[in-house]
């Protein structure tokens, strides 16, 4: 016990004595900027509409899910094709449900049940050419979450970048809905899409 008081008052006298003053300062190297994706933010709340569309070419193609004749097909971040596959040799792209913010979908009986950024939405699709919301649970996959609202977005990009293993500028939910991506440079140190 004695050896241990008599090195802390050692430590301390010498501390004492240092002139702190003189150390280097510390640089710290300069941000560096790499081409890759800033957000694109709306305020439109016609970004939460989902409603029936035609076909379109796919941007990022997701999860498939086969019922009757039809193919559906999420096109990450933007909604779900209706392929028609009567004749399996040529399926042929017959329309679009624009439902922004989608990457997961399920489908029992006539309804799909999706996310639309992080609310979950049921839709009728007994015709699909004229879907129907049937419920909208707002904020469904963050309810539970003790995660902080931003990086929790981040972790699930509701619109994924369209290039993997780049560098983007991190998502603010606070500047409005994620309604795209624009190139751009950014800084290295921001956040990256594997």
Partial sequence: MKNTIGLAAFVLLIAS?????????VSLPPLTKVMGYVPVYSHDSGNYRIYSDTPRAMRNAGKIYVKDNLIFQNDNGYGIHVIDKTDPSSPKKIGFINLMGNLEMSIKGNYLYANSYDDLVVIDISNWHSVKVIQR??????QGSTANYTNYTNALLFIPPPEKNIHYECVDPS????????KD?????????Y
């Fill in 17 to 25: 004595c240092w002139d702190w003053k003189r150390l280097p300062p």
């Fill in 137 to 142: 649970i707002k904020h469904a996959f963050m």
């Fill in 185 to 193: 440079s950014v800084y290295i140190n921001a956040c990256y899409y």
């Fill in 175 to 182: 500047k409005g809905i994620l309604a795209g991506w624009t």
